[in-house]
């Protein structure tokens, strides 16, 4: 693709639909909504106000980082804390697809909809690319960012009017433009990560210690998998349970999957053929490391039939 004519074309765009109004962003720190959050910035400079909602389903001190990596490169965060919100709307949720919309009501209706009331924004910029539409529209899984596509009346149900500038894309042509835009590495080649963040990634309940157990897990498959060159690698925290041996006493721990993938553009995926010494490794690490868990998986199984994530 054109890089370059893209760029310039969604700049242009953007001042376009803009105009002389004030526009919102939420930036979660992975590649989509970073390229938005360049993109926004570029096109309308301080027109545009950008947001990070800690929602407490995030990887370990992420807020804090993709804060300070934004005031590196020039463009001013906001740090909004949700957390009691998004943790309160998962109470006793369990069906994948009420988990979804919770955090989509929540995130729209509730948190972003007193954000927008109070900076006057009449647009929000969103990160939305071709394959979450998509694989939403087809009913495969909903995606959080996904909303006229589906007859929502953005203006109507929450006061603003959505910008898409990487709705035609996949996602290696988003890295694709980062790295023109010479965005940091750290940016362009990071791995996918739901927008319902690890919510995904817990079958059953979301609650404080259950996040904390999966947060954990998923530290550890980011070290030991990060040097793989694999698309996506992840933790997830089933709701069952296994018995296992601990201090020499019975035990009946939790379980953790560990899901490794090669992709282009998450269409279709298989699982990484990865070591034996590696796969050994993260289930000592896992087990050892991660209270509660007597148990370490990995998940052989591609896309189609599976999806990447579990929920």
């Known amino acids: 693709m054109d890089c370059k004519a893209f760029v310039e074309e969604q700049i242009s765009q953007i001042r376009k639909t803009v105009g002389k ?16 959050t360049v993109l926004g910035h570029r096109a309308l400079g301080e027109r545009l106000r950008t947001v990070f909602i800690d929602n407490d389903l995030m990887r370990e001190s992420e807020p ?12 001013p965060v906001e740090l909004v804390d949700a957390k009691k919100e998004f943790l309160g709307a998962l109470v006793g949720l369990t ?20 954000l927008v009331k109070e900076s006057g924004a009449r647009f929000l910029m969103h990160g939305t690319i071709l394959t979450d539409i998509e694989e939403t529209v087809a009913g495969i899984k909903r995606q959080h960012n996904i909303l006229s596509q589906l007859g929502i009346d953005t203006k109507e149900a929450y006061g603003y009017a959505v910008v898409e500038p990487l709705k035609t894309l996949r996602k290696d042509d988003v890295r694709a433009v980062c790295k023109f835009l010479e965005l940091p590495a750290q940016v362009t080649n990071r791995i996918p990560f739901p927008g319902p963040a690890l919510a995904t990634r817990i079958v059953g309940e979301v609650t404080r210690e259950r996040l904390a157990t999966v947060r954990k897990a998923t530290a550890i498959v980011e070290e030991e998998l990060g040097g793989t060159g694999a698309f996506q690698y992840l933790a997830v925290l089933l709701k069952d349970r296994a018995t296992g041996i601990r201090n020499n006493k019975r035990e009946f721990g939790q379980i953790i999957v560990v899901r490794c993938i090669e ?3 998450a269409r279709q995926a298989t699982a990484t053929e990865l070591p034996w010494t590696t796969l ?4 000592e690490r896992i087990t050892t490391e991660v209270p509660d868990v007597s148990r370490c998986l990995y998940d052989l199984t591609p896309k189609p039939p599976a999806t990447v994530e579990y929920i």
Not at 25 to 35: E, M, P, Q, Y
Not at 280 to 283: A, E
């Open 21 to 36: 109004a004030t526009a919102i962003n939420a930036l979660s720190g992975g590649v989509d909504s970073s390229l938005v």
């Open 95 to 114: 069906n994948p697809e009420e988990k979804r919309q919770a955090i989509t009501d929540t995130f729209y209706s509730r948190v972003f909809g007193r």
């Open 263 to 265: 992709s282009t553009d």
């Open 280 to 283: 050994n490794r993260l289930s």
């Open 64 to 75: 804090q980082r993709v804060v300070a990596m934004f005031a590196d490169m020039g463009i």
